[in-house]
């Protein structure tokens, strides 16, 4: 059993490296994850990612701040203190409509940032858990868990022959910043 | 049992050796060096750098010490024993007089923070004009004087009265003339006391002088009906007033009193009745009467003459010698039907002219006589006391003194190095006087040349009394203790001349005991005190008698015309007119930054004088307004900027006196205006107000500092004015309600004011433009003065302002466009219109909605309340409002060195009202519809268990109107006054087409014209 | 895949030879990588003096008071709120770019939003500090938030626009920055990847620890999209709550319920005028013109066209509504823009931003970088004077004539406004020495099927209609990152 813990398959090319994950499946390479510089589409319905819920969260934090301050506004201009401003009713609705609106854009679009960061694990000075560097550049990476039944040997040949411009077989999981 | 044993300190006491001894004598053992220490040179010579340690270490560680000790404290307990008829916070009013009408004089713990009139007064019932309003800022000024001087130095009074009495004591041996010269005295005991100084001194001679001199009228009717005396005028009870270059409503003999006069023909009241006077004003430079008046003739000066010789013709169908038409028809038309009306009107007719000259005013009395108006519209019999001064009096005065014959002068109250025609003709008279005596309260261009200067109290802090009009007495009492080491100029005189009187408090008690009180039915302690709370007596009237005109007119036509073409001027020249500006008037309160900053009610115009000229001139001389020109006269010449004046008589000037005072105070000497004085000239034995002007333009600018700087309402319903006869055939005339009340709906519904809902009527038709409501605003509430750079900047503070409009008629039509008037070839026919404008207190108020912090909401009894403190300056309300009646602190101007008028002086402060917070930079102000009255009202009503009763509260604005065109009160109680008048088909409410809802009603403006003129 | 071939007849994004992932990372990093050139320098100089300036008014104005200012009775407002909208319009044009044209799909947007959003950000910044530095008493702004407090929590007024706009300013604030930073990730990431020691370590926080797998792609592509989703209403609404500063009064000329409409309208035109103004230089400077090319500039000359045309419209519709309603405070406002004594105002307004735009019917201005630039600034001008005579103009007019006054503008008037621009170029010069001013992500994802290099290959390659190739070769004569001899023989 060799130290290899993981196995990097580095493509230049996303079409490229698209044929290689179905090579890998057609093989039943099981594929720990893809990195890649930019979003590449189609990706995650192969690697059978489901679609992500971040759009209710948005929806429900967009109705808990619409309901926040306009429950405050009543409070503040119909219960706690009304008052005859220009002779206007206390309780004047067509007047809290755009603050009503703006914070339900702002606990949505928070709401919704804050959820996805603390979903992926993203927040200043987390360590980068990054296998390499040019993932982030121009390297469009298949990462393989070396723990699998299938000969290192074989894996490397598939990737090879799906066009990969260089393959890694890594002893530590992620690249060391230090 | 004591012991007698003894110790000995060592065996050199015993033996009492010779260096013991020695040794002993001192009680130091080595000798301190005291004596060289202080002796100079010890503390001169240097001190050795120990010492000098020592010293050091010493006194750091004493004050160190004394510095660790808290510092006391003063606990201050206001009132431990508290004057019975003091309560803080709460305001008494003591009822005094000033120049002759009846006031009350608000005081808060012992201070007088504002002047009110009298409701009961017989001049003005209650009015008060700016000049009051303001005077009482005078008391607080920190530029009087504030202790006897004698030649420039300070000195105790005992002093000044033993240089004084010796000083006169020398004179009466050596038979040399004294002079007191005063400006008019109406006061019986001053009067008095001066005739006993005269006595004690027989060569003393008192002579009165004005700066604005009233002889002509006087002489005439010495000439005409053998009594030296004012008239008292009604104008209550003349329906036809013909007025030349009379500013009868403003500054001529008695503005108050005649405004209510006037305005009592004019008002609601008296058009309910389908009554309205007449009025028809012949001028040269726009007066306030002028913009009153409902026909209105330019006339130069030189014509003034000429054109009564004609109304005397057309009124008596005589002619005079030498009388000839004039060259501009329209006057002559005017003329003849002034004539003609004043016929009709016989017996309810007045003819005024502000001439000082005596033939002019006795052809003025011969047309009065002919019209029947002595014993009804002219009083000669109960006459005016408010001026008696007489010109050739002092220019004799002057003359004696210039040959040295005058020893010494007084001057009480008068200020002639600034104020007389001919100021170097004076100056090198003074100079022969060796005892000048000046008892003027500032040091004004008099009292700076004085030998003594004896300071005389402020009138608030006097007793005495007056005498305005014949058997009308008014008490003068003292509300507060002299601010400053002053004394009674009366007191000063009875002290020099040996009086046996204590005091002139004593003085005048003994005066009224023995004259006064009997007239009014009175005696003793008693009749004295209840005049101290009524504050005047008025006697039993004398009936008004008829004075027939019997005297030969011929000679009077001929000086008259003479006169004429002498002042006509030839090409190039102008005719100088010169007056009274209705905020400063003779320039004795030049140093009250309140009037300063009053606009003319004409101009608009604040901080400075002008030259008034006509469109017309300007044009021909290629001059813009704000351009400086010289104007030479009478051998003097001052530069001012002109000042585009419509309605100006063509080929004239006016220009105000009362400006460019060197002397005095502060603001005096910021340099304000020029001083016009010297342009007067002394003519057939009168000071005469106009000359002939040559002008050259300077090719310097200046921007006059005006508070309105567009002049004409643009055809907008703001203003909504109706002829007399259209009146009388639909009283709902132009009120934009044409018999049914127009009512706009609201969308949503009104919020309800249980008790109260303070509503304000405004009458245009009573509104005379004065201004005093401004001074009285300003007062009351602590409105900062922003000096003239500010105005410029039109940052004015005022809460409520005066908008004035021309209204240029074009063959019978009203031109009141922008572009239409451009288009204007003539636009001296013009009419005028005055409008108060403050805030509205709109029920559906713009400022309000916008304001992010909710400074400015609405209260349950109508009001827009200002929450200062709250305020964050967003200016976003006076955006908002249409009536652009907010007002933002820019500066902080209560402390801002910039804007120093003195009103920041500490003790100048103490005038502040305490009711009323003075605003901080940045924060928005505006017409508070004077919210602390309202409320002490509220707690006055409280304390008597009583509901508040219509009239109890009175708008600081409403209160000093002498026309009565300000209603405030309760729109809730249907028999309220303000709901009677609001009621009236008048009534319109400014821009209430955009449902502001404003909780002020104006009504509309009628005038008295006739389809011949229009 | 066959399925991601775009038609010929599309233009090129990207253009230039030999673009490869890794040339567009190297390109775009570049100024954040290396020393700074002497033009941004210069360029750096001048608007920090700028900012400088802009302290010293600033401070001066609350040291003495508003006084300072020009303003009076009459005219309460004049440069400060001219200002705040003209920033905040500015700003709108970043979110639109970023958001809008997100959502209608369109590609070329990859390369300028970034620097867009970027300037939307500084733009209410700007904005912000004129909303502070306008009150009387600055140091009480914080009143102007519902926060208890002692007057027995006298809250704020919620009928009044000036709260909207606290609440929409700062909303559209920070939501823009979230979305900007949102995406800044892994560009931030790239960078973290490639640099050494500190440098990386700094990155290394700000890139939140990005990695780019499949599914922080997969969520980042929703959070973008919904993100976009949100700021196109909210862009909307926080002109539209601007313009109701006016539009809610009754001053005659702001009372007018064309407003919202008008003022987005009017933002976006200047948002995309700034835009170009920074872009064309940036290219330059920076030698991004690969990146940023002729078709962008034209797309957005062509934005600045419509939008320039809707303001027009929006104008006339203004004056036929003053005169057909009747109202004569109204018409005498709308009438005085142009026989007032502001008549200059109202000539650059209408000239500036109707009558300069329409020249961009042309294609060779269009697609002439100088002119473009010039009209750019032209535009920028004029949309500072369409405020001016919308504030000052209807202010000092109004309804009772006596109170009729001028504004004059004092040094500090001027030097808070010319200040203001500087702090915003100080800003956008910093943030291109240290972000990439292009969403190299984005930009990548372009390289397959809209670069020059990959449409060549394809022409190379044959089979496509003659026609719509010769139809794509003379669309390329406009670039100026092109070499047309390549095609001669192609």
Known sequence: MSSTKYILGLFDDPDVMMHGIDKLQKNSVPIYDVYTPMPIHGIEAKLGIKDSRLGYAAFLFGCLGGTTIFTLVCYFLVYDWPMNIGGKPHFAVPDFIPVTFEWSVLFASFGMAFTFFYATHLFPGRAPRVMDLRATNDRFVIAIDAKTDVPHDDITNILKEAGAVEIKHNDRKYVSYE | MDSNKKYWKGLEELNKTPEFVEKNKHEFAEPVPIEDVLSGDGLLGKTPRRDFLKAVGFGVGAVTLAACQKAPIHKSIPYLIKPEEVTPGVANYYSSTYEGSAILVKTREGRPIKVEGNPNDLLAKGGLSAQAQASVLDLYDVSRVQSPLVNGEGHAWSEVDDYVKLELAKIKDSGKKIAIVSSTISSPSTLAVIADFITEYPT????????????????????????????????????????????????????????????????????????????????????????????????????????????????????????????????????????????????????????????????????????????????????????????????????????????????????????????????????????????????DETSALATVVAPNHHYLESWGDDSAIAGYYTVMQPTINPVYNTRQAEESLMIWSNSTAKTYYDYVRAKWDANILPLGGLSGQKG?????????????????????????????????????????????????????????????????????????????????????????????????????????????????????????????????????????????????????????????????????????????????????????????????????????????????????????????????????????????????????????????????????????????????????????????????????????????????????????????APCETVCPVLATVHSSEGLNHMAYNRCVGTRYCANNCPFKVRRFNWFNYWNDSRFENYLQEQHTQLVLNPDVVTRFRGVMEKCTMCIQRIQSGKLQAKMEKRSVKDGDIKMACQQTCSANAIIFGNGNDPDSEVSKALRSERTYYVLEELNVQPGIGYQVKVRNTTELEA | MASHKESIIREPLVTGKGITYAKVTDDILNPVENKPNKAWWIGFTVSSLGALLWVFAVSWTFWYGIGSWGLNKTVGWAWDITGFVWWVGIGHAGTLISAVLLLFRQKWRNSINRSAEAMTIFAVICAATYVVSHMGRPWMALYCLPLPNQYGSLWVNFNSPLIWDV?????????????????????????????????????????????????????????????????????????????????????????????????????????????QTLLLVTRKVLGLENYITMFHIESMNKIILLTGSVVG????????????????????????????????????????????????????????????????????????????????????????????AMFYPTWV??????????????????????????????????????????????????????????????????????????????
């Open chain 3, 413 to 490: 008037d001027v030097s808070v406004f010319i200040g203001s621009i500087g702090v915003f170029f100080t800003l956008f010069l910093l943030f291109i020495r240290v972000l990439p001013s292009i969403a190299m992500a984005e930009v990548k994802l372009l390289l397959k099927e809209q670069s020059e290099e990959y449409k060549l290959k394809q022409m190379e390659a044959g089979h496509l209609d003659p026609e719509q190739v010769e139809f794509y070769k003379t669309s390329l004569k406009k670039f100026d990152g092109v070499d047309i001899s390549v095609y001669e023989n192609a």
């Open chain 2, 528 to 844: 004295w005190e209840s005049v101290l709370q009524t504050g005047f007596v008025l006697a039993a009237a004398k009936p008004a008698g008829a004075y027939p005109f019997s005297k030969d007119l011929n000679a009077v036509a001929q000086t008259i015309m003479a006169q004429s073409t002498q002042q006509a001027a030839g090409d190039g020249a102008f005719e100088l007119h010169l007056y009274q500006s209705s905020a400063l008037r003779s320039g004795k309160q030049a140093n009250n930054p309140w009037l300063q900053e009053l606009p003319d009610p004409v101009s608009k115009v604040t901080w400075d004088n002008f030259a008034a000229m006509s469109l017309t001139d300007l044009k021909a001389l290629n001059l813009q307004e704000g351009d400086v020109i010289t104007i030479d006269a009478n051998g003097t010449s001052i530069a001012l900027p002109v000042l585009l004046q419509p309605g100006q008589a063509k080929g004239t000037i006016s220009v105000a006196v009362g400006y460019g005072r060197t002397k005095g105070g502060k603001v005096i000497e910021s340099g304000i205006g020029k001083n016009a004085y010297p342009l007067h000239s002394f003519r057939n034995g009168t000071v005469q107000t106009t000359a002939v002007a040559k002008i050259s333009a300077t090719g310097d600018q200046i921007i006059l500092a005006q508070t309105q700087t567009h002049h004409s309402y643009e055809g907008r319903n703001v203003i909504r004015e109706a002829t007399f006869t259209e009146y009388k055939k639909n009283a709902y005339v132009n009120s934009g309600k044409d018999g049914e009340h127009k009512d706009y709906k609201s969308l949503w519904e009104n919020y309800d004011r249980p008790t109260f809902n303070w509503v304000m009527a405004i009458d245009l038709n009573a509104c005379t433009g004065c201004g005093a409501c401004v001074v009285a605003c300003n007062a009351e509430n602590n409105v900062p003065v922003v000096g003239r750079d500010e105005v410029r900047r039109r940052r004015e503070m005022h809460w409520i302002r005066i908008d004035r409009y021309y209204t240029f008629n074009e063959e019978g039509k009203g031109v009141t466009e922008e572009h239409e008037i451009d288009q204007l070839k003539n636009i001296d026919n013009v009419s005028v219109t005055h409008q108060p404008m403050l805030c509205q207190h709109c029920d559906h």
């Open chain 2, 204 to 443: 003393a001679k008192h002579i009165m002088y004005d700066a604005v001199s009233y002889t002509g009228i006087i002489q005439a009717n010495q000439n005409s009906f053998g009594k030296a005396v004012l008239p008292h005028y009604n104008f209550d009870k003349a329906d036809v007033i013909v007025s030349f270059a009379a500013d009868f409503l403003g500054t001529w003999i008695s503005g108050e009193e005649f405004t209510r006069q006037y305005v009592s023909n004019r008002n609601n009241k008296s058009l309910q009745a389908k009554k309205m006077s007449r009025h028809i004003q012949f001028e040269t430079g726009m007066s306030l009467t002028g913009t009153n008046a409902d026909t209105r003739i330019g006339l130069k000066p030189s014509e003034e003459g000429v054109a009564l010789i004609n109304l005397y013709n057309a009124i008596t169908g005589t002619t005079l010698p030498g009388s000839k038409k004039l060259a501009d028809n329209a006057v002559n038309n005017a003329i003849t039907l002034a004539a003609k009306e004043l016929v009709a009107a016989k017996g309810k007719a007045l003819v005024v002219a502000g001439s000082n000259d005596v033939a002019t005013q006795v052809l003025v009395n011969a047309i009065n006589a002919a019209l029947g108006s002595y014993g009804t519209t002219i009083d000669l019999d109960n006459n005016s006391n408010q001026y008696k001064g007489n010109d050739a009096d002092f220019a004799e005065f002057v003359n004696e003194a210039k040959q040295g014959q005058i020893a010494a002068v007084m001057f009480l109250n008068a200020n002639p190095v600034y104020d007389y025609y001919n100021t170097k003709e004076l100056t090198d008279a003074l100079a022969k006087v060796p005892l000048k005596i000046s008892f003027n309260t500032s040091l």
């Open chain 3, 167 to 275: 609440f929409a300013i700062s909303t559209y604030f920070s939501v823009s920055l979230v979305f900007w930073y949102t995406g800044l990730l892994p560009d931030i990431a790239t960078i973290r990847d490639r640099g050494k020691g500190w440098y990386r370590r700094i990155y290394s926080v700000l890139s939140f620890g990005w990695t780019g797998s499949v599914k922080t792609w997969q969520r980042f592509e929703t959070v973008s999209l919904i993100l976009a989703g949100v700021s196109t209403p909210l862009v909307l609404s926080v002109h539209t709550i601007v313009s109701m500063d006016f539009a809610t009064s009754l001053e005659p000329g702001w009372h007018t319920t064309i407003f919202p409409p008008y003022f987005v309208a009017g933002a976006i035109f200047s948002g995309f005028a700034m835009v």
């Open chain 3, 313 to 404: 419209v929006a104008y006339i519709t203004e004056f036929f509504i003053a005169y057909y309603s009747g109202g004569e405070y109204e018409q005498y406002t709308f009438l005085n823009r142009f026989i007032g004594p502001y008549w200059w105002a109202g000539c650059m307004m209408y000239g500036c931003n109707v009558l300069m735009t329409q020249v961009m019917w042309f294609k060779r201005v269009r697609t002439n970088i100088t002119m473009s630039w010039v009209l750019s600034i032209i535009v920028n001008i004029g949309m500072w004077f369409e405020r001016f005579v919308i504030i000052v103009t209807s202010l000092h007019r109004d309804f009772i004539p006596s109170s009729w």
